[in-house]
DNA sequence: CTGTTAGCGCGTTCAG
DNA sequence: CTGAACGCGCTAACAG
């Protein structure tokens, strides 16, 4: 932060107003004299000092990253989505901030607050819950924000989303192309978007396919892999003459899977099984896990994408539904 | 950024700098103008423009995750360690910005330049290999940073990695104890530095542990799973009376399980295996893997207060090496 | 086409 | 104990 606009305007013979003219594009100011302050801006290392720039512009090109559930070991799901978000980001000019929930509600402000007291452009919300109190804060707040997994819409908040309900339904198609009859289905948290939209696809899919849909099939697990092994067994204990199921997360298919190894109970001979999200243990496990793949970079570039639109062009924020992919691979 | 100090001193009838002493703790100040002032700001939902403050006091409070190597289904083990640098830097006060080394390439500056446009107080670093360019300007540049994982020490470097040394030989003891003789190491890449400690724990500690050491038992993968398939292929070629392998990474000594699976080797009973980072994978690979763990969360969490040291209170750099530890499983 | 004048919102001398 | 004045580095009117 040493050479300031004013030693280029010093070191060129001309104003400081000519400097940021000549180095932004204006159009009223001599070719020549452009020339020579980018020349000695170059001469000098210059570089425009970002914080002054925004206080003045009243625009960071800073976007935050809100992560709800921003924990060690926690949702490497969060980990592409973010890559993703900088990428885009980082080329449309704008820096990323990352904002976990559990700072702004330990210092008591309201994330807004948060955000606007850095002055960030935009925020782009992650792993946010169902019941969680910042979600009315997020819909009517004038703060343009996109939210990943939640179907949030509102003047300044738009979502992006996997298609969660037909990849549900690919889910069932593929259990019923390998002649499964009883599908059973293991459902995340309640308090997750997404869940209620896979229950949708899984019950449209059933009535669909299979002809009789019967929620007794209908079990919950919490995402985990402890919850997955636990759901399966109450599934199995309720109805045995299941013979595939559904899990709407590989962590909860591989607790499963886990299940089945324990009880003997082989895979997929007697019980096919497809997960959801493909995550990296997907391909690791034996039997390999059949699954549905979500488009976590490609989610991330799309938030991204669509906040700069609202930003720049003043776009009405959308919702946007990725296509998920069906991933054949051992289990089904 | 509506109501600013201004706002708040005319609300409170004082003047701006009254305002300004009050809410940031100065000792000059009337116990109960002081409050008045906080009661004030309060009700007007003030919050003080970290622009404006980061101008003024040319600090930004705000700090730059250097990312090398920051893409679509990287390493998740920058994950781990990039929350821990969050939680740490959160606790402090800072705000965390997410730079990556291709963008500043794409922008032809230096990394130094982009954190100084930008006011960051300082720089952590991660994945950074030893051959990369920015290394110099990292250890020669006078803007505050922490290095993971690259023993780089200056007047304003330091740096935090774990003790790659005694994981290695943590790695070799327990092959040995578990009746090993023949010890073969796949290293990962020449170009990152912790090969060469792994190198060097496992060299001494089979030449301490086993007596003689034999370099033609160490061969090279690349970090991935199947530079580790490669690799142990070609260590077996060269020598098949290898009882144990010890790989520079969990993703190698995968891709070693699945040679030894289409191989027909046993493991652990022809051929014990122990990886290194206890990346998720490990305990879900059959057989499961033991491995030597990496403190990625804690890792992240050093290099944080590190930084903040230097920048609070002068201190100065230093290298920090974290404990590794044995998880044992089923490969050995 | 260029320079002068005003702030952006805040912290900090330095007088009172 | 308090306030007026100044400046952080930059852009944006408004002249000339």
Redesign the interface.
């Known amino acids: 932060?040493r050479v300031t606009i004013r030693d280029v305007a010093r070191a060129a013979g001309v104003s400081v107003t000519t400097v940021s003219r000549a180095l932004n594009g204006a159009q009223d100011v001599g070719e020549e004299t452009r020339q020579r302050v980018i020349e000695v801006a170059k001469q000098l290392?210059y570089?425009?000092?970002?914080?002054?720039r925004?206080?003045v512009l009243?625009k960071?090109q800073?976007i935050g990253?809100l992560v709800s559930d921003?924990?060690?070991?926690?949702h490497?799901f969060?980990?592409?989505v973010?890559?993703?978000v900088?990428?885009t980001l980082?080329e449309y000019g704008y820096?990323?901030?990352?904002?976990?929930t559990?700072?702004a509600r330990q210092q008591l402000?309201s994330y807004v607050?948060f955000c606007?007291?850095?002055?960030l452009d935009g925020v782009i919300v992650m792993g946010i819950r169902l019941d969680d109190p910042y979600v009315e804060e997020v819909v009517e707040s004038t703060l343009p924000s996109v939210v990943i997994d939640l179907p949030l819409l509102s003047r300044h908040c738009g979502y992006v989303m996997t298609d969660n309900v037909n990849g549900a339904r690919y889910a069932v198609r593929h259990l019923v192309s390998r002649g499964c009859r009883r599908i059973g289905f293991v459902n995340g948290a309640a308090h997750a978007a997404v869940s209620r939209e896979r229950l949708r696809g899984f019950e449209e899919a059933v009535r669909q396919y299979v002809g009789v849909y019967d929620d007794r099939l209908v079990v919950y697990g919490d995402f985990t892999l402890e919850g997955g092994q636990r759901a399966l067994a109450e599934l199995l204990a309720r109805a045995p003459e299941v013979d595939g199921v559904f899990f709407a997360s590989d962590l909860m298919a591989?607790g499963g899977l886990q299940h089945c190894r324990a009880a003997g109970i082989r895979v997929p001979e007697d019980l096919a099984v497809v997960g959801f999200d493909d995550i990296?243990?997907a391909r690791?496990?034996?039997p390999a896990l059949t699954t549905i793949a979500q488009p976590r970079?490609e989610m991330g570039c799309e938030a991204a994408k669509m906040l700069v639109h609202m930003l720049q062009k003043g776009e009405m924020p959308s919702g946007t539904l990725l296509p998920p992919q069906l991933v054949v691979r051992e289990t089904a």
């Open positions: 932060m290392n570089r425009p000092s970002h914080v002054a925004s206080l009243r960071s800073n990253l921003f924990r060690k070991g926690g490497h969060l980990y592409d973010l890559v993703g900088h990428d980082a820096d990323v901030t990352l904002v976990s559990d700072t402000v607050d606007r007291a850095r002055g591989i990296d243990l690791f496990v034996t970079y």
